[in-house]
């Protein structure tokens, strides 16, 4: 009688995992777009589902490269900047007017305003395949996504139930398919002919990840923060430069004998640091869901001196009954102007084509564990990390994904 009920408990876990299987392997797919090439290519994880040609802008009206996904799609939309010109199955990837879509003048070179033109027949079939959400990867040469191998990435997990149900109850052995694993059970057995309903998660819109340097605005909300916990400030912790902060920062520069300028320069900075105890901010790990921010916090990034560079990771396969998951990369040029590279304390430049270059990039990131758990349950078909150095704020704002603006490296003689 206990091997019938067995079997049964059994039985229900391997359908109710296999479901969720199912459900996980239904992943959105990835859109590369190479601007040497011109070429788009469909992408289910690492695997090539369908090609074109493409014209993407001419000279004057470059078609951005970076990490995107489509934010609007129409079958027929005419376009606001140029003489309400028709543009035909529509999908959207910036506010600012760059898009996929038909056009009947599709060469073998740039040739359009910026947009990226597609032939008819395949602007039909892809906009049929895709969704509000996928990604775009815009190249300025050839690149591919290719399967992350041991990297301790993120990978999915069902959260834990309120209040920890059954956290007294006995562990027993079963089965599920042809794996042994420990049960929780309660001191009574089911009734005979009695059916055990369990209720799983419902799986979640995919979450997106973006791993990058501080800001300066999340640098003055740390300083503002720790201001206030010693007492000099008062205000709001929002990152804004106004009167309350810079003559917080005078009062804690003159107690400390620095030149009172108000100005949340190199050395008050050491200096608060230290006072609190703490390392400096080098990096913020931001969540978006739905087109809308979720949570960001403060993560370590070792030797902030070295570029991160840029990549792109995609979760496949997402399965959190399993605490699996597929992930791929792929690593973007984006040349850092010397400027810029002083701003940021950036001596070391990176190097895209450095074999697991993402995967180091992703080592040097601390993430709290109490985030990674939270992340972890979140996770679902289709979620995304992106780890840059810059060029996430220009385009991200209401209504879009991160949206990541590279910048091709400089041409070389010779």
């Not at 996904?69 to 007017?97: C, V």
């Not at 056009?103 to 359009?112: D, E, F, I, L, W």
């Not at 206030?228 to 009062?251: Q, V």
């Not at 991160?308 to 973007?332: I, K, Y």
Request: hydrophobic share 40%.
């Amino acid at each position: 009688m206990l091997g019938r009920i067995a079997f049964s408990l059994a039985l229900t876990a391997t359908t109710l995992f296999g479901t969720m299987a199912a459900a996980g392997d239904r992943a959105p797919l990835q859109i590369f777009v190479s601007k040497d090439k011109q070429s788009l290519v469909v992408y289910d994880g690492d695997q090539v589902v369908t090609t074109s040609k493409v014209s993407t802008g001419k000279r004057g009206h470059t078609t951005p490269s970076g990490i995107f996904s489509i934010i609007e799609k129409k079958k027929m939309h005419h376009s606001n900047l140029y003489d309400d010109a028709p543009m035909p199955f529509m999908q959207r990837i910036t506010w600012s007017g760059v898009a996929l879509h038909e056009s009947r003048h599709v060469p073998n070179y740039p040739a359009s305003h910026g947009c990226v033109r597609m032939p008819r027949a395949f602007a039909i079939e892809l906009f049929g395949m895709t969704k509000r959400g996928f990604h775009v990867v815009i190249s300025d040469r050839e690149i591919a996504p290719r399967a992350v191998v041991g990297a301790n990435l993120f990978m999915p997990r069902f959260p834990k139930p309120e209040g920890e149900l059954l956290s007294d109850a006995q562990l027993r052995p079963t089965v599920i398919g042809d794996k042994a694993v420990e049960v929780a059970m309660t001191e009574t057995l089911p009734k005979i002919g009695a059916e055990a309903v369990a209720e799983m998660p419902k799986p979640e819109p995919a979450v997106k990840i973006l791993i990058s340097r501080a800001t300066e605005r999340q640098k003055m909300a740390d300083a503002q923060a720790m201001l206030a916990r010693l007492g000099y400030y008062d205000g709001p912790i929002d990152g804004a430069i106004g009167t309350r902060s810079r003559d917080a920062i005078k009062a804690y520069q003159e107690i400390h004998g620095q030149k009172p300028t108000g100005v949340m320069d190199e050395a008050f900075l050491v200096s608060i640091h230290k006072v609190m105890n703490r390392k400096p901010l080098t990096g913020w790990l931001s969540v978006r869901r739905n087109f809308k921010p979720i949570f960001g916090v403060a993560v370590d990034i070792a030797d902030p001196q070295v570029a991160l560079g840029t990549h792109f990771f995609t979760a496949n396969r997402v399965n959190p009954a399993q605490n699996r998951a597929e992930w791929f990369v792929a690593t973007l040029d984006n040349h850092i102007p010397a400027k810029t590279m002083k701003r940021l304390g950036i001596t070391v430049p990176a190097d895209a084509t450095a074999p697991d270059a993402a995967e180091a990039a992703f080592k040097r990131v601390a993430i709290p564990a109490e985030i990674r758990a939270r992340l972890e349950t979140m996770l679902g078909a289709g979620s995304s990390l992106t780890i840059t150095d810059t060029g996430t704020e220009s385009e991200t704002g209401q209504g879009t994904d991160f949206i990541t603006i590279t910048k091709a490296l400089p041409k070389t003689e010779g």
